[in-house]
Nanobody
Framework: QVQLVESGGGLVPAGGSLTLSCAAS????????MGWYRQVPGLQRELVAA???????NYADSVKGRFTISRDNAKNTVFLQMNSLKPEDTAVYYC?????????WGQGTQVTVSS
């Protein structure tokens, strides 16, 4: 299993941009499928974007065309570039690593988009 630490959250006005980073420990990062999820209090955690170990990406419909997920296996890091942010993107964003039956989560980073 890997340990994950997110960073890059903050307060941004609507229409602005943020880049989240998730740094992973361990030598097997490249074998993990990685994802960014978000959660609003009282609601279920939802998948925002994912990138497979082979580099295939998929996105929630609500963020397509605005968010981009990428990974740098040499740096054991996955990124989420968020553009054209909307107030409804406000949430705690979590990084996830998944390999076989193992799944790891970071502690989360708050993103707040002001209207």
């Amino acid at each position: 299993q890997v340990q994950l630490v997110e960073s890059g959250g903050g307060l941004v006005p609507a229409g602005g941009s943020l880049t989240l980073s998730c740094a992973a420990s361990g030598s097997t990062f490249s074998l993990n499928n990685m994802g960014w999820y978000r959660q609003v209090p009282g609601l279920q955690r939802e998948l925002v974007a994912a990138i497979s170990s082979g580099g295939t990406t998929n996105y929630a419909d609500s963020v397509k065309g605005r968010f981009t997920i990428s990974r740098d296996n040499a740096k054991n890091t996955v990124f989420l570039q968020m553009n054209s942010l909307k107030p409804e993107d406000t949430a705690v964003y979590y990084c996830n690593a998944r390999r076989s039956v193992f799944s790891s989560w970071g502690q989360g980073t708050q993103v707040t988009v002001s209207s």
